[in-house]
């Protein structure tokens, strides 16, 4: 059975998730649905309508399960719960913050219309989220180490657009190796936020800017830059598209923990990422979850789940069988 | 509720559950249950009863769970489908090739007795299994890679001892740098067995023993050797025991994937284990399932399962609500 997927909100994610259906062999891409004119839309994918938001309720019975792309600022709080109660949906809501509140509300929807809804897959949250439990749970008694970067932060680089007289800017959040090595070493190192990253930036100007007032304005930014050691480059318009178009990102998740009758015994967990592409990363994410929530839906389960909740061999199209005689 | 645990066999993984158990608030260890004479071995838990195997089945009401602590070779084949007929049980099975025939056993007893069985949990089978399966369920179209050590293989250690002039040995599986580096890179290198690691070998000789033709058996063995690159190292007994007396293992899993319209954007994961104790962290891993196993047959489940089947959350003592605010 193949499994026919919508994609809610047509950007970087949404147009992941596109490719990332379109290589998975048991789904297929039903229809993108979008709050622009869907005449103005062009997608990829020759065989997928494209579909007012406004209509989205009338595809309950041709879609199977509805991935949902917006932002987690105004988007997601308001959609999730939205959409749980007509669609299976997954979302890839990241602020760590506000994660119970909203299981919370799209909990009551999604039982509401004995739907499944997966809340919260992606990296951080995801993938991370998911190597810090079973390390926690391997190693009770341990220290937990997370690293981001290198990589582009969409809110550092838009905070930085903000400040008088930077025309565009592109900020990278970089591990820094020394920390990182420390902990590999087992060492168990407290580390200060500014020793964990650095923050490095390319900043285009605005012609007749004051260069030294952007980089000062930077560097003592409150929540973003001040705690860290940041670094400005000034650099041209098609320096900034020519070399840092990309969106790569990545990080480290660590434990270090001990074992033994005297507590003798050390042991390293380490995941890490290396991602050329944030958004498609986290849309394949997306798109293995969206495969466990039609399968646990037709088991009859509903209501709000995420990645701690399902067993593995979900997210894969291949068989236990297949699976044990493989991968096991 | 205490979860009440029982170990069979009271080798290096045995002590390494007891220890584990002993950490876990959430768990007491009930009794260890032996082939050998109870009133001859010693164990560390004061509150816990030693008996002998034969006596198991009278502690069907006073365990929640039996860690199977036996080997792959002789013990498990047989221990596993015995005890999973009365019995929710762990084993750390890891004979790769004949997992689907000991699941199919076990899975049979399992159901007879209306118990969980979960097999072949560990590091490899067990979290390297779960990050080849998670990795390839996200980037489908990719290389695997998994290398090991450096470490100490008991397989390979006990070869070089069955060779004529050897007192005693211990042999370490070592990933080779450039391979990781190769595969680090993004490069999905074609790795032959030799090209991936080396066998680092410390060896014993009996007294009047001919130290060349040793070195000489040794490299030449097939299936262990003599595809690899290995340095036979003649040392003392005391050497051995003072430098090479632990049981350090560990290893890497490497997805490489690409993603995107073009194919254009590529992805690393990278999961590594640096483990002190190989057995303990082992330990570790059958104890996070076994509280796993109690839950699932709490709510009616019934048969046998792997690391695929279980999600995440059964392992943690804490409540998905806790998981949610301080992991997620």
Redesign the interface.
Known sequence: MTTRVGILGYGNLG??VE??VN??EDMELAAVFTRRDPASLKI?SKNAAVVSVNDAASYQDKIDVMILCGGSATDLPKQTPEYAKLFNVVDSFDT?AK??AH?SNVDASAKTGNKVALI?AGWD?G?F??????A??????GNDYTFWGKGVSQGHSDAIRRVKGVKDARQYTCPIDSALEAV?S?SNPELSTRQKHTRLCYVVLEEGADAAAVENEIKTMPNYFSDYDTTVNFISQEELIRDHGGIPHGGFVFRTGI???NK??????????????NP??T???LV?YA?AVVRLNKEGVSGCK????????Y???LS??V???T??
């Open positions: 147009r992941g490719c990332a290589d998975a990829l760590h994660i119970p299981f919260s949250p993938m989220s998911l190597n810090r439990l079973y926690n749970a391997i190693l009770p008694q590999r087992g074992t033994g009758a003798e015994n050390r042991h390293i967990i380490e995941y890490s990422l290396k991602l050329d592409s498609e990363f849309a394949n994410v293995a495969r995420t990645v701690f909740d399902i067993a593995p061999a997210l894969s199209p236990g069988e699976l044990r005689a991968m096991l």
